[in-house]
Structures are given as C-alpha cells and as structure tokens.
C-alpha cells in the first residue's frame, strides 16, 4: 500500500493568514493526487485535482503543487469560512489511501 | 444535478451484518464508478472500494475483502454496502462517492450514513 503522511494535524492561525499543508507518499504516485475540504457534518469536497488543477468554483486562494512523493496545499489568506478539516487522498494506485487530515483552526 | 442519496442510520450488534445504499441521478451511470469510504470517530477516511457501473465488476480494499460486498441495482439506479462480521470498530459514518472507472479520484459525495456497532 502506499501510504501517505500529512502534516501537520493541526493548525492553528488566523483570517488573512498564509498556511500551507504537506502529504508525503510512501512510493511516487506521480501527480495523481486530491485534496479535499470537510466540514463538521458534511462530505468531503475537492478542492484541487491532478494535484494543482483547481476544481471549477473553488477560490483561487487555494493551490497545490507537487508530483511524485511529496505534495503541498496552499491558503493565500485565510478566510473564515477556510476553517476545516483538510485531506490529500492518493488514487494512483488501490487501495486509495487519505492521508490523516489537518484541522485548521482559529487562533 | 449530480446527487447521491444515503439510506438512514443503523444500528446492530457485534457479529450483524449492514447494507447501506445509495440512489444516483443526475448523470450517466455507465460511464463511472460508485466508491464506498468511511469515517471513524477522530479518524482519518478509510477507501471499502468500489464497483465500475459498466461492467458490473467491484474493486475492494484488501483490509475489508473477505467482510465487504459492493452492487449496482441498475433497476434502481442504486449501489449497496454490505458489511458482515462487524464489530465495535467499524462505528462510523459511511459514504457514498463517484469516481472515473480505474485511477480516479472521486468528484461527488453523498451525505453519508451512521451505522453504530454496539
């Protein structure tokens, strides 16, 4: 399996803040990698596929980059409805895998 | 719209089995994948597997292969999770989700389904 590392699991930080968030993949799983947005009581949305393509209608605040093992996720600046729990997921290859997710929360 | 629809919460004894559904609309079954993923309290999302409308045919975690079973009713636009052998671990929220057949992630989700082990 290939197993996936996020860090950090929590995050504390405040509106108009920068945060970045890091999955690191056991094996290269070449670009093939989501992140998602949870909220209390609610699915998972996707926020960026392909692990940089912005999904239609999200903000452009966020951004990911990465391509083998080692992927980041980025706010620009904080919003208050920014506030949640956040997940990579790899899909190159089964089982997929999600990394343990970080909650970000209001300092 | 996309939409996926969960059945209502369930609760069983150590050793039941579960069957949560999910109706799909608002696309084209055929040509996707409908995903099992769960949550337990404070942990992280945990891939069952999923099955390729197409063909019929399901993927599962090796985890959960020998307790897991995944259909597609096509009379009611409908997947299904089966789960035998439960027990206290396996309290969580269930969810439906669709995907591309093969290595794709998942787009859409439904809202998911309490099933409690006690």
């Known amino acids: 399996d290939t197993q996936m590392t996020q860090s950090p699991s929590s995050l504390s930080a405040s509106v108009g803040d920068r945060v970045t968030i890091t999955c690191r993949a056991s094996?290269?799983?070449?670009?093939?990698l989501v992140w998602y947005q949870q909220k209390p009581g609610k699915a998972p949305q996707r926020l960026i596929y392909?692990?940089?393509t912005l999904e239609s209608g999200v903000p452009s605040r966020f951004s990911g980059s990465g391509y083998g093992t080692e992927f980041t996720f980025t706010i620009s600046s904080l919003q208050p409805e920014d506030f949640a729990t956040y997940y990579c997921?790899?899909?190159?290859?089964?089982?997929?895998?999600f990394g343990q997710g970080t909650k970000l929360e209001i300092k | 719209q996309v939409q996926l629809v969960q059945s209502g919460t369930e609760v069983r004894r150590p050793g039941a089995s579960v069957k949560v559904s999910c109706k799909a609309s608002g696309f084209i079954f055929s040509y996707y994948a409908l995903h099992w993923v769960r949550q337990a309290p404070g942990q992280r999302l945990e891939w069952l597997g999923w099955i390729n409308v197409a063909n019929d045919n399901p993927k599962y975690s090796h985890k959960f292969q020998d307790r897991v079973t995944i259909k597609w009713d096509t009379s009611a636009n409908t997947t299904h999770m089966e789960l035998s052998s439960l027990r206290s671990e396996d309290t969580a929220l269930y969810y439906c989700?669709?995907?591309?057949?093969?290595?794709?992630?998942?787009?859409?989700w439904g809202q998911g389904t309490l099933v409690t082990v006690s």
């Open positions: 094996q290269a799983i070449r670009n093939d």
């Open positions: 989700a669709r995907g591309y057949p093969g290595i794709a992630s998942m787009d859409s």
């Open positions: 997921l790899q899909h190159n290859n089964f089982p997929f895998i």
């Open positions: 392909r692990a940089s």
